[in-house]
């Protein structure tokens, strides 16, 4: 079995990949894949925290985190469809829709 300070790397890898897309690119479908590239992380260390820990906390947190992640994800790209029918793109600098 990995040690602990393997899940921790990797986490942190994927956690910044996530970070570094959300930062550098407008296209709307990659902000969201960012963004589930980010939870995914943060429920590999809570997973690997709580195999470690011999607690299924982190496991339950994680199966919460999947539901939160699936619900932002159906909203989302109801939203973005909504807005991209209307404008015909998808570069979120061009989304002046939802403006007051």
């Keep these: ?23 550098t690119r407008r ?12 939870l995914n992380s943060i429920n590999l260390m809570l997973v690997a925290f709580s195999r470690f820990k011999a607690d299924m906390a982190g ?9 939160v992640a699936a619900a932002e994800v159906a909203v989302g790209l109801a ?3 909504a807005i991209s029918r209307h404008i015909k793109e ?5 989304f002046n829709l939802l403006k007051w």
């Design 90 to 94: 998808i570069d979120v600098t061009k």
């Design 27 to 38: 296209n709307a479908l990659i902000l969201f894949m960012s963004v589930e590239l980010m």
């Design 79 to 81: 939203i973005l469809i």
């Design 1 to 23: 079995m990995a040690p602990l300070n393997h899940y921790i790397i990797l986490a942190t890898i994927i956690f910044s990949l996530g970070v570094i897309g959300f930062v």
């Design 59 to 67: 496991q339950v947190m994680a199966i919460f985190i999947y539901a």
